[in-house]
T-cell receptor
Framework: EAQVTQNPRYLITVTGKKLTVTCSQN?????MSWYRQDPGLGLRQIYYSMNVEVTDKGDVPEGYKVSRKEKRNFPLILESPSPNQTSLYFC???????????????FGSGTRLTVV | DQQVKQNSPSLSVQEGRISILNCDYTNSMFDYFLWYKKYPAEGPTFLIS?????DKNEDGRFTVFLNKSAKHLSLHIVPSQPGDSAVYFCAPLIRGSARQLTFGSGTQLTVLP
């Protein structure tokens, strides 16, 4: 089954304790992205990657890191989480840049992160 | 500064009736518009899109209308079904730009049986 898999689904952590949220896709998609969803703000892009070793900042990159060493994986790293990073996170992938040739995203099921 | 706004956080309609979800944007560079649907505990799923060279795109019960001069788009669902109850996001793009800007804040649609 074609899918984007995020882990964990739920995570509660303490301020300053490094964490990684994993994202993997099995569709050979080139384009991957991370979003956070907050009440009243919709989905905001954190980082995106157009291919292996090619990453760039989205709208709200502060406090986050990513890496794209393999095509299928795009982990999100919080080096020193803070309470304002409490949010619902989504990983997404697309065959190409969204909007080109009708490419849309395939989203993962989300990771609910709470930083206390 | 939100470049895309969905001013109705919620909408309730009766089964069988038309649902109309609205989206306004400010950036005139947007040239491609997508709608996503999201059920609880799931990620958003791509629903329908429209290019700025069109003013209407239809896919089954779903039709998206684009009014470029007003910087407004709307999603029509006819007839509405209880399974359509979800949050709907509009997501404008600049085609070919890898940087996806903010989605709208979403509209919770509830279709009453």
């Amino acid at each position: 089954e074609a899918q984007v898999t995020q882990n964990p689904r739920y995570l509660i952590t303490v301020t300053g304790k490094k964490l990684t949220v994993t994202c993997s896709q099995n569709m050979n998609h080139e384009y991957m992205s991370w979003y956070r969803q907050d009440p009243g703000l919709g989905l905001r892009q954190i980082y995106y990657s157009m291919n292996v070793e090619v990453t760039d900042k989205g709208d709200v990159p502060e406090g986050y890191k990513v890496s794209r060493k393999e095509k299928r994986n795009f982990p999100l790293i919080l080096e020193s989480p803070s309470p304002n990073q409490t949010s619902l996170y989504f990983c997404a992938s697309s065959l190409g840049v969204p909007g080109v040739a009708n490419y849309g995203y395939t989203f993962g099921s989300g990771t609910r992160l709470t930083v206390v | 500064d939100q470049q895309v706004k969905q001013n109705s956080p919620s909408l309730s309609v009766q089964e069988g009736r038309i649902s109309i979800l609205n989206c306004d944007y400010t950036n005139s560079m947007f040239d491609y518009f997508l709608w996503y649907k999201k059920y609880p505990a799931e990620g958003p799923t791509f629903l329908i899109s429209i290019s700025s060279i069109k003013d209407k795109n239809e896919d089954g019960r779903f039709t998206v209308f684009l009014n470029k001069s007003a910087k407004h788009l709307s999603l029509h669902i006819v007839p509405s079904q209880p399974g359509d109850s979800a949050v709907y996001f509009c997501a404008p793009l600049i085609r070919g730009s890898a940087r996806q800007l903010t989605f709208g804040s979403g509209t919770q649609l509830t279709v009453l049986p």
